[in-house]
């Protein structure tokens, strides 16, 4: 629709059409008139000038209004669009069947999640649908259009999802939980969780650093019956269960778990090394300063030891900080700028009738 643009030139042409000469017939009293109407219309008149622009402003805000179809705007004005984002899964269908039917009886979209979103019609059948929570951002993008809009994502929650994922509106999460799903073991009742010692290797340039770290340790062995041997230097005959370093090794021991602090995370390091970007200083780490180290080293020991197993559902906490709602996007920005745009037009349209009655006025005058 933006060629429409193109169409600003038919205003100049109208213009100058009708500044074109005609044919001179000369009759007898048209002599004594001559040099008078020469006089009057030498050159362009200004209110004549300000016509062409303003039609020719007219026609370009036109095109630029209809280049994104207007009447689903002017259809939706002070309306929140709502879309039901579901995981093709029973459990999640069967969980939530009578939110997800009431969505479809109120018009309101619902889509299968997988590798591209697919309109539901049915929600029956779905152990059949490919589906995997990984696809989440991709769908979102896919979805994501100009209007307002709030999304409903519906999941199992059985901790597959990992990576953040950003939703350009408003969003609600409802996750699907399996009660009968291995929970995770209870720490304080199992106490100790391991029976035998854990061999944990510090290996710091700087001190302040190891000392964090063992204060941390000795919290989970206060708290949990956790055994520690630490050791500060390297043992070539002995294997280490955790290393803890502010350096990446060249090449990481089998079955030992590394936590380098200080160094920005690399997408091509293995599983078993966990990377934190600020050092374990006071300093320089919340998760010190805030004294939430113990229990994250607690939640890492517990899935180096396979306390927990992988598909454990998460938290409430730990959904929502795996979901963040952000800025509108550029085609949202657009569609807030639409609605001034037709203001703009209108105003243009009755300046435009003003200077036209005014000039067939003044011309009858």
């Known amino acids: ?70 009447a689903g705007w002017l259809a939706n004005t002070g309306k929140r669009g709502v879309i039901h984002l579901v995981q093709a899964d029973r459990l999640v269908t069967e969980t939530y069947r009578f939110e997800l039917e009431k969505a479809q009886r109120n018009g309101e979209p619902v889509y299968w999640l997988g590798t591209s979103p697919e309109k539901a019609a049915n929600l029956a059948g779905t152990t059949d649908v490919s589906s995997q929570s990984k696809y989440f951002q991709q769908n979102i993008n896919a979805l994501a259009s100009g209007d307002a809009q709030d999304f409903r994502l519906y999941f199992r929650n059985d901790g597959s999802l990992q990576s953040r994922v950003y939703v350009p509106g408003e969003y609600e999460l409802f996750p699907a939980t399996d009660s009968s799903q291995t929970k995770q073991i209870d720490l304080l009742r199992n106490k100790p969780a391991h029976k035998t010692a854990i061999n944990v290797l510090l290996d710091y340039r700087i001190a302040a650093e190891a000392q964090t770290v063992r204060a941390a340790l000795t919290a989970l062995t206060e708290v949990y019956g956790f055994s520690f041997e630490i050791q ?28 380098v602090s200080g160094n920005a995370p690399q997408w091509n390091n293995p599983a078993q090394v ?34 927990k197993a992988d598909n454990a559902p998460l938290s409430k906490g730990q959904l929502n900080a795996l979901f963040a709602k952000v800025p509108a996007s550029h085609m949202q920005e657009e569609a807030a700028l639409r609605p001034w745009l037709l203001l703009v037009l209108i105003l243009l349209m009755g300046t435009e009738r003003w200077l036209a009655l005014r000039k067939t006025s003044g011309s009858h005058g």
């Open 1 to 70: 629709m933006l060629w429409g643009m193109l169409a600003a030139a038919v205003p100049v042409a109208i213009h100058f059409w009708y500044q074109k000469r005609g044919k001179t017939i000369e009759w007898a009293a048209m002599r004594w008139l001559g040099e008078q109407t020469t006089l009057q219309h030498r050159g362009l008149r200004l209110n004549e000038v300000w016509l062409m622009i303003l039609r020719c402003l007219l026609v370009i805000l036109l095109a630029l209004i209809l280049s994104r179809p207007v």
């Open 232 to 259: 500060q230097e390297i043992s070539p005959a002995s294997h280490y269960d955790w290393i803890f370093t502010d350096h990446l090794w060249a090449n990481p021991q089998p079955g030992t778990t590394y936590v």
């Open 274 to 307: 966990v990377q934190l970007r600020d050092t374990l200083r006071m300093a320089d780490s919340e998760l010190v300063e805030s004294g939430r180290l113990p229990e994250w080293l607690g939640e890492l020991l517990v899935k180096h030891l396979g306390l």
